[in-house]
């Protein structure tokens, strides 16, 4: 089995992280490094997934309940409701916690942000 990720650790009360909604499949916590005035993570409980392209082959149902738990998180944190949803997939994209997890953005955000540094 393998060493429990950070976001298991987490959810788990072994460090610290606030958790800001959770279902149950699925939680969400604000990130520690903030890209933006509202920047959660999405996270299912399970990390048997590493990326966005295992989980949606392997459980399209867990994927939707994270979009779900995104959608309700966008209403209740952003101004407008708008929200950027994001899955980095690989190291080369900027993955650096191999449990899958959707990076929800919000505020002040606009189409030039997309380009990269």
């Known amino acids: 089995m393998a060493e429990p990720s950070i976001f298991t650790r987490i959810l788990q ?16 916590i604000k990130d ?5 005035p509202v920047h959660l993570l999405v996270i299912p409980k399970t990390q048997e997934y590493r ?5 949606a082959a ?10 779900a738990l995104a959608k309700r998180l966008g209403r209740e944190h952003a101004d407008d409701g708008d929200f950027r949803l ?21 505020g002040g ?4 942000s997309l380009v990269g540094e």
């Open 32 to 36: 520690i490094a903030p890209q933006a």
């Open 109 to 112: 955000l606009g189409e030039k």
């Open 86 to 106: 994001i899955f980095n997939t690989g190291a080369g994209a900027g993955q650096t916690v191999f449990h899958v997890h959707a990076h929800l953005l919000a």
């Open 13 to 28: 009360g072994d460090i610290p992280g606030e958790i800001v909604a959770e279902t149950e499949r699925v939680f969400a």
């Open 58 to 67: 392997g459980d399209a149902t867990l994927l939707a309940e994270m979009i």
């Open 51 to 55: 990326d966005v392209t295992e989980l």
